[in-house]
């Protein structure tokens, strides 16, 4: 392999941050790799691996470039990337590097997929960009492709952006994000998580980059346990399910009372059609404004300003409020049911479909790159 081939033009500007958990011997070989590459800087955290793996240890801690630092006891994923992350802040590297790539000891990240997490990540500079393995591959353990497919799937339902691979474990943060990252709650596999979760909150663009599937025999080294290790990651997810649905429920209860009060007070004995299309109105701007301030509040969103969403929100309540309308008014003519007890079945079921339209549509960030 040529000089040329051998080194990537983006390493040298690149810090390595490598957790470890009773990592095998091939993790010597495989940092001693990525400093032929040209990585000038690998933080490797020992998260209280056991005595028979000092060895290991110790020889990284030798290797030229390298610096391991020790958690006595096990702590966690998260805890041990906080850890590297503020080795780093404290040395004063963020005025030095560009960017710290996140990889993981146990080899399924390649190397030539490293050097080009750092090409990504020089080609979008303010971006969060992921690792993502394909798990459609035969390859895939079972277990893999179910705890992945259903924190996408999560993700996808409440957050409204469709995250091929959110349990990736190769990431790469700008030093924009390096102090971001290290205030993140989570110690263990859910820290990754939650930094998913706080960059589409706060309008983080993100980035994704195919790399490829590795596993070696059915990833029985993995210390990710499906069901001990799933659920905390998956109350993270409907944390914003929830505030999305007390939002929603005040905000319905406001529409519907102004409903009742300007069908059965205000405009009372008017003809239905005038009627209720007034209540329909002014519930709906009571309503969505309710909504809004709410949303506001319990920080249900996605970008960086709320008044960014004001006009395609107002032309999503429009939408409904009209569709709801129209559904009220022609239930109330061929049954003579009170209008009331119509729009809170019928505003039931939209407010179904406007969940689904709502992150997708309302709060997504038009400069937030999809790939790479």
Request: glycine share 6%; charged share 20%.
């Amino acid at each position: 392999m040529s000089s040329a081939e051998a080194t990537s033009p983006y390493s040298a500007s690149s810090i390595i941050i490598i957790p470890a958990l009773e990592p095998p011997p091939a993790l010597v070989k495989y940092v001693q790799a990525l400093l032929e590459r040209g990585f000038p800087r690998i933080v490797i955290v020992d998260d209280g691996s056991s005595p028979a793996c000092r060895s290991i240890f110790d020889s990284l801690a030798r290797m030229s470039g390298c610096v391991v630092l020790r958690h006595e006891v096990n702590r966690g994923k998260g805890a041990a990337l906080k850890t590297a992350l503020r080795h780093c802040l404290q040395q004063g590297w963020q005025q030095i590097y560009r960017r710290v790539i996140m990889v993981d000891a146990d080899g399924q990240h390649a190397v030539e997929d490293v050097c080009g997490m750092a090409r990504a990540s020089h080609e979008h500079p303010d971006a969060y960009v992921l690792g993502i393995r394909d798990f459609n591959q035969k390859s895939v353990p079972a277990r893999s492709r179910f705890g992945n497919r259903l924190t996408s799937g999560a993700f996808h339902l409440f957050y409204g952006r469709y995250l091929r691979d959110t349990q990736t474990g190769l990431r790469a943060l700008p030093i924009s994000l390096w102090e971001w990252a290290t205030q993140i709650a989570g110690e263990r596999f859910e820290y990754e998580t939650n930094c998913l979760v706080q960059a589409m909150k706060q309008g983080i663009p993100m980035a994704e980059m195919p790399i490829r599937t590795l596993y070696f025999n059915k990833n029985e080294n993995t210390h990710y346990r499906t069901l001990r290790d799933s659920w905390p990651i998956f109350k993270i997810l409907i944390r914003h399910l929830g505030a999305y649905a007390l939002a929603g429920a005040i905000a319905s209860a406001v529409t519907l009372a102004v409903f009742a009060w300007v069908d059965l007070v205000w405009l009372k004995g008017a003809a239905p059609a005038g009627r209720l299309l007034a209540a329909s109105v002014v519930s709906a701007a009571a309503g969505s404004l309710a909504r809004l301030l709410l949303h506001w509040v319990l920080r249900v969103r996605t970008e960086r300003n709320m008044t960014d969403a004001t006009a395609t929100y107002y032309l999503l309540v429009a939408v409904q409020m009209l569709a709801s309308y129209l559904v009220v008014l022609a239930v109330h003519l061929l049954t003579d049911w009170t209008a009331v007890w119509i729009k809170l079945v019928a505003d039931i079921l939209l407010a179904v479909a406007g969940y689904q339209i709502h992150p997708r549509w309302l709060f997504k960030s038009d400069h937030t790159p999809e790939g790479v």
